[in-house]
């Protein structure tokens, strides 16, 4: 679970990190206005729908599982 908030670049809190724990739970944890989420808003493009290669954006992920990846997603702060 931890890699999806890695393309949220710490704008969305995951409720495996509350107390108690909630895995099925998600929410923006950014204040309206806040740059960061403003940029991460603007990557996913679902204007083009075609069969070819995307750019890598959050949600379309080349290859989640990579080990730098794996372990950028275990190093992320927990938020409590």
């Given at each position: 679970?931890?890699?999806?908030?890695?393309?949220?670049?710490?704008?969305?809190?995951?409720?495996?990190?509350?107390?108690?724990?909630?895995?099925?739970?998600?929410?923006?944890?950014?204040?309206?206005?806040?740059?960061?989420?403003?940029?991460?808003?603007?990557?996913?493009?679902?204007?083009?729908h075609?069969?070819?290669?995307?750019?890598?954006?959050?949600?379309?992920?080349?290859?989640?599982?990579?080990?730098?990846?794996?372990?950028?997603?275990?190093?992320?702060?927990?938020?409590?």
């Open positions: 679970m931890r890699d999806i908030l890695l393309d949220g670049e710490g704008t969305v809190a995951w409720g495996g990190d509350l107390n108690p724990v909630k895995a099925s739970h998600f929410h923006i944890a950014a204040r309206p206005g806040d740059d960061v989420l403003a940029r991460v808003a603007a990557r996913p493009d679902t204007s083009a075609t069969s070819r290669p995307r750019a890598q954006t959050a949600g379309t992920v080349a290859a989640p599982a990579t080990p730098a990846r794996r372990a950028k997603a275990r190093a992320m702060p927990r938020r409590r």
